[in-house]
């Protein structure tokens, strides 16, 4: 998959990087991000999909109805949305997320499971490397090696996904009016 960048991803590379210094808000979130580098493997994998699996309930959560059953459906025990793998589908399955931006969060997905799950892991393996291989990342990238294409797949689906809550927030579903036999009742 990873056989060269597209041309919208370049230009998306470079707006990000002149984003990041001119933002606050951005420059905050590079912060963390940049401490990142001093993790393990591990740590690199973990941390960097969960600011990714937080992204992605909010922004379910700024979708649905603002309400007990919404907030039940994305937290507790056997929460339908209470995984990552289901909130990377609900958000797709609504139209929250672009193909591009499920399969990026997929891939990430199953790099970090690899982490969370094996005790002798790192971005040598070569099951790690050949995921990360599968990653879309810019050009710069592209020939890094897994660890560094890891980290720039992650912050570009971060970036690409930061602000969305906010967007779809906007679009938050509201109760619907229905007729039915209990109104009439």
């Known amino acids: 998959m990873n056989e060269k960048a597209p041309e919208w991803l370049e230009a998306y590379a470079i707006a990000r990087d002149e984003i990041w210094e ?8 590079l912060t963390a991000l940049q401490e990142l580098n001093e993790e393990t493997d ?14 992605l309930m909010d922004t379910l959560a700024a979708f649905l109805i603002e309400n007990a059953s919404a907030r039940a459906l994305l937290s507790g025990f056997n929460a339908p949305f209470g995984g990552f793998s289901t909130r990377i589908a609900g958000c797709l399955a609504m139209g929250l997320i672009t193909n591009h931006e499920a399969q990026q969060c997929e891939i990430l997905r199953k790099v970090r499971n690899r982490f969370a799950h094996e005790v002798e892991m ?37 970036i690409a996904l930061l602000n969305r809550p906010h967007e779809v ?17």
């Not at 001119?22 to 979130?29: I, L, R, S, V, Y």
């Not at 990360?132 to 990238?141: A, F, I, Y």
């Open 169 to 185: 927030g906007k679009r938050r579903l509201t109760p619907g009016e229905w007729k039915s036999s209990l109104a009439s009742a």
């Open 42 to 55: 591990r740590g690199v994998a973990l941390v960097a999909t969960s600011f990714l699996d937080k992204l």
């Open 122 to 158: 790192n971005f040598n393996t070569d099951s790690v490397k050949a995921l990360c291989n599968n990653l879309l990342v810019p050009e710069r990238d592209k020939d890094g090696d897994a660890r560094r294409k890891f980290m720039s797949g992650a912050m570009m689906a971060l």
């Open 22 to 29: 001119k933002d606050p808000h951005f420059k905050g979130f």
